[in-house]
């Protein structure tokens, strides 16, 4: 495996400004003073990611209740993941990073195995952050190569949510 970025609790969380579903501008600033949940997932409409986007929805009550926002990125284009909202109902907000540069950013984007070949792709990755007043994040939790199933759970378990 190469030098990958990995960030890890008490590291600057990387800024970004990426398109949602709806076509709109969305930026980790645009959450200031709150805390944000930033995954990163393959493909919508996959299995995994279908099943983690769902749990995600199902448990946003959680999350609203503890006063953190749930952000869901991609590289699809957004009429995409403007499909995958639709077809599953999804309350989360979601993010396309056609180019990347975030995923690169968080270390969620790199060489990883799958079915025991080393591919490049996107690995499953979480984060929760804690954005300042200001807009600049620090990141509280990390978890790099999560399991879609049960991954939520964990989440509201394990961390301080």
């Avoid at 600033?29 to 919508?44: E, H, L, M, N, T």
């Avoid at 769902?54 to 749930?70: G, I, Q």
Wanted: hydrophobic letters at 35%.
């Amino acid at each position: 495996m190469n030098d990958q970025i990995r960030l890890e609790k008490g590291d600057t969380a990387p800024a970004f400004t990426l398109t949602n579903d709806k076509g709109e501008q969305v930026s980790l600033s645009d959450f200031a003073g709150k805390r944000v949940i930033v995954y990163f997932y393959p493909r919508a409409n996959t299995p995994g990611c279908t099943t983690e986007a769902c749990d995600f929805t199902e448990k946003l009550e959680d999350f609203n209740n503890a006063s953190v926002t749930v952000l869901g990125i991609s590289p699809d284009p957004t009429d995409k993941l403007a499909d995958f909202r639709a077809k599953h109902d999804l309350g989360i907000e979601l993010l396309g990073d056609e180019s990347k540069d975030t995923l690169i950013a968080y270390g969620a984007f790199g060489e990883k195995k799958m079915y025991g070949k080393v591919t490049e792709g996107v690995i499953r990755s979480t984060f929760l952050v804690n954005v300042t007043e200001d807009g600049t994040g620090t990141i509280e939790e990390a978890k790099y190569n999560v399991r879609a199933s049960g991954h939520v759970d964990r989440i509201l378990r394990d961390w301080d949510i």
